[in-house]
T-cell receptor
Framework: NAGVTQTPKFRVLKTGQSMTLLCAQD?????MYWYRQDPGMGLRLIHY???????AKGEVPDGYNVSRLKKQNFLLGLESAAPSQTSVYFC?????????FGQGTRLTVV | EDKVVQSPLSLVVHEGDTVTLNCSYE??????LLWYKQEKKAPTFLFML????IEKKSGRLSSILDKKELFSILNITATQTGDSAVYLC????????????FGTGTLLAVQP
């Protein structure tokens, strides 16, 4: 989707490795969200942010950390990856009238 | 715990049929309800509903919110094979949290 870019698109990690997923938006949206999507589980909220310098836990925050040092960027970190974190990760932004998703990151932890 | 429940879980129809997808919610500090369509990649935004009883329409798709009964419906008329997708409903909390919580979706298959 135009305006929300996720990096990387694909990644394979070994158990115990760390990585950071980047969500960048150029629409000046205040609200940003990180989700994971697993078969049969729908989209589950990991962490979210309602503005620069603020973050909050979602439904499934364990094993993840986030930072929003700049308004346009929302980073999702995995400090020590586990096979249970194999998933497709989506970033979303929100305004008062519409919402956008990034194109997703497919992460496999072996 | 706040929940967003969609029904049916899956649906198979033929081209030209009209379908109604349901989303019910149990949220405190409800602010808005959103509908998305997801094909093979990221969800795409369809509607955001904030006020009760006001229909939003886009082509063959329409949606309405009932804040008294805590549900929304998404209607698709004259369905086409290109409407085949997972339709997701999400609720935005208000207050201090501003969480956006999704239901598990309705898988719609439109057969020729």
């Amino acid at each position: 989707n135009a305006g929300v870019t996720q990096t990387p698109k694909f990644r394979v990690l070994k158990t115990g490795q760390s990585m950071t997923l980047l969500c960048a938006q150029d629409m000046n949206h205040e609200y940003m969200y990180w989700y994971r999507q697993d078969p049969g589980m729908g989209l589950r909220l990991i962490h979210y942010s309602v503005g620069e310098g603020t973050t909050a836990k979602g439904e499934v925050p364990d094993g993840y950390n986030v930072s929003r040092l700049k308004k346009q960027n929302f980073l999702l970190g995995l400090e020590s990856a586990a096979p249970s974190q194999t998933s497709v990760y989506f970033c979303a932004t929100l305004t008062f009238s519409e919402a956008f998703f990034g194109q997703g990151t497919r992460l496999t932890v072996v | 715990e706040d929940k967003v429940v969609q029904s049916p879980l899956s649906l198979v129809v033929h081209e030209g049929d009209t379908v109604t997808l349901n989303c019910s919610y149990e949220v405190t500090n409800f602010r808005s309800l959103l509908w998305y369509k997801q094909e093979k990649k990221a969800p795409t935004f369809l509607f955001m509903l904030t006020s009760s009883g006001i229909e939003k329409k886009s082509g063959r798709l329409s949606s309405i919110l009932d804040k008294k009964e805590l549900f929304s419906i998404l209607n698709i008329t004259a369905t086409q094979t290109g409407d085949s997708a997972v339709y997701l409903c999400a609720c935005l909390y208000g207050g201090a949290t501003n969480k956006l919580i999704f239901g598990t979706g309705t898988l719609l298959a439109v057969q020729p």
